[in-house]
């Protein structure tokens, strides 16, 4: 499966900018590791419903996941953290840990390094995929700046844009998904990651989000 493959896959589709976003993701995963349809993935955070609607189908498939339901077979879904994944009883071996945006939502520097750590540990290879901070409209809520505001005008803004996750939910829940949500920069990401590259997913020209690879 190549990345032209995967356009088809989502033109004939969605066409949602989310989707087309979805689209120039998986062509630059797959020209940055074009063996990744045939690998043992580990996916730290993710979804089933990410790996069913992808241009391509791995022969194995385990999700971490705090919300999610066990299930077993191809994609095998296992309730728990991901940043502690490595003490999860595992009967299969990975070629690849895998994380799509994730790591700017386990909360703070300690579970950044823990989540590294079982990137690194737990395969030969790994893909971290993370919104970039200083890209001028914050991820989740796509409100320019606001990942710079503090806490407090933060979370009554995260209350009224209706674009934003947590519109309409509950206070205690929009706080949390305020407080939880972290954006890394360049440079915590090379930290976090030294054995890895660090690889650009641009929108309009602007460094979008960091694709770090090892």
């Known amino acids: 499966m190549d990345a032209a493959a995967a356009r088809n896959v989502f033109v004939n589709g969605d066409r949602s900018v989310s989707a087309r976003i979805r689209i120039k993701r998986w062509e630059m995963i797959l020209e940055l590791m074009p063996d990744l349809p045939n690998m043992r993935i580990l ?9 069913l609607d992808a241009p391509f189908q791995p022969p194995q498939v385990t999700i971490v996941n705090l919300d999610i339901e066990e299930q077993s077979g191809r994609i ?8 502690e994944a490595d003490v999860i009883p595992h009967d299969e071996r990975f070629d690849l840990v895998f994380s799509n945006s994730l790591i700017e939502h386990v909360g ?3 579970s950044f390094s823990k989540l590294a750590q079982v990137a690194s540990k737990m395969a030969p290879r790994y893909l971290i995929q993370t919104p970039y901070r200083y890209f001028p409209i914050k991820a989740h809520w796509l409100l320019p700046d606001m990942q710079f505001m503090p806490m407090a005008p933060d979370f009554k803004t995260a209350q009224w844009w ?6 309409g939910c ?3 829940r ?3 998904e305020v407080q939880s949500t972290q954006l890394l920069t360049a440079t915590e990401m090379k930290r976090y990651f030294p054995d890895a590259t660090i690889h650009w997913e641009r929108f309009m ?3 979008k989000s960091m694709i770090a690879i090892r």
């Open 205 to 207: 020209g602007l460094p």
């Open 170 to 172: 509950p206070q205690g």
């Open 108 to 110: 703070g520097h300690q």
């Open 162 to 167: 209706p674009l934003g996750h947590g519109w």
């Open 174 to 176: 929009t706080f949390d």
């Open 43 to 51: 996916d730290l955070g993710g979804t089933k419903s990410w790996w």
């Open 76 to 83: 095998r879904t296992i309730r728990g953290n991901a940043c």
